[in-house]
């Protein structure tokens, strides 16, 4: 029973025993990540004031020019987690492979392995747009107190032990499940503290929002096309309205709250659409399934994929069952 203004801090110690590996380490680590947020939360807020936008030079793994606020982010939560010797280690969008924690020690006596994307949609940072950062956790496969190894990172999306996301958005929030359903913890940045805002987030069952970018309309496969004719088809509750930010975990949030779906499908373009399986499609669609909705590649369910590299690109549909299941249908009908 979520009490009323009860803190983060607050719901952690309420629920931690709930929680089937009460090691306490996992609340650690996402106090880590609540303390990152807030880090880089200062900085996104001010980015139009200082000299931080604009590509930082370099361009990452997936070629795509890193805005400081990228690299910055990456370091801050990386550090915060690292400072705070909780993971055994880390794999980031940012970082060509995966980072050993502890090296040095010969105990590597973590047991969590991070997944994160630290500022997904950063491409809208120049605009005001609102961005976030995404995050999976997984506990090592591999055997504790040896360094950690790739496999503990190429696990199916059902071995999530917690998944969520920050959005930096008109007000900062942070998102997050640990399999025992989905909560919405709003930062009030005067006391710098989190407020369960969102307890129990649940995605309507139907929604009339879809979002996908339609300037790619002509590469896609027919069935999205269909699909996306069907929403815009003049017939009971539709047409739909068309809502697309350009940045996933805006897309997300505002279709769980609202009811929705958003779909970044495979197209003549991109072989295996744009998103990367690991750190975006597997946490989100963690929340989404325990958020009452549902998350595909259009035929498979996202978190039963069998990864192959860090960072694979999946197609993906999220968001309302209904909706999911009715672009699914749209995709088997067109084979
Ligand atoms: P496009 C941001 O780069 C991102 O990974 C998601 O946050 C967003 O939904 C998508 O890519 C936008 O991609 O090709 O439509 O600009």
Redesign the pocket.
């Known amino acids: 029973m979520s009490q009323r203004n009860q803190t983060l801090g607050e719901f952690i110690i309420e629920n931690q025993a709930s929680f089937k590996y009460t090691s306490g380490e996992l609340s650690r680590l996402i106090n880590s990540i609540r303390l990152a947020a807030k880090v880089v939360n200062h900085e996104v807020n001010k980015a139009g004031l200082v000299d931080i936008l604009g590509a930082a030079g370099d361009t990452n793994i997936q070629g795509e020019d890193q805005q400081k606020l990228d690299v910055y982010a990456n370091e801050k939560f990386i550090q915060t987690m690292t400072n705070r010797n909780i993971v055994c280690g880390i794999a980031s969008e940012e970082e060509d492979d995966f980072i050993t924690i502890n090296s040095q020690d010969e105990n590597h006596q973590n047991k969590y392995v991070v997944l994160i994307d630290p500022l997904?949609?950063s491409?809208n940072i120049d605009v005001n747009v609102s961005v976030g950062t995404i995050f999976s956790v997984f506990r090592r496969v591999t055997p504790v107190g040896s360094p950690v190894q790739m496999e503990d990172f190429l696990q199916k999306g059902i071995n999530q032990v917690a998944a969520g996301y920050i959005i930096y958005g008109t007000s900062t929030m942070l998102v997050y499940t640990t399999g025992d359903g989905v909560n919405g913890f709003t930062l009030n940045p005067a006391i710098g503290s989190y407020y369960l805002s969102h307890p129990n987030m649940q995605f309507p069952e139907d929604g009339r929002i879809y979002s996908v970018?339609e300037g790619n309309y002509i590469h896609f496969p027919q069935g999205i096309k269909d699909y996306i004719k069907y929403c815009q088809k003049e017939e009971g509750d539709r047409p739909y309205t068309s809502r697309y930010i350009?940045?996933?975990?805006s897309?997300f949030h505002r279709n769980m709250i609202k009811g929705g779906i958003y779909m970044?499908p495979k197209s003549s373009k991109a072989s295996n659409g744009?998103?990367r399986l690991l750190y975006?499609c597997n946490p989100m669609a963690f929340l989404a399934e325990q958020a009452n909705g549902k998350a595909s590649d259009g035929f498979n369910r996202i978190l039963e994929i069998e990864p192959t590299e860090l960072h694979q690109r999946v197609p993906f549909i999220c968001g309302s069952k209904n909706m999911v299941e009715k672009a699914e249908e749209f995709m088997r009908n067109s084979q």
Do not use: A, T
């Open positions: 997904d949609g491409s970018n350009g940045s996933l975990v897309d970044y744009k998103l975006e």
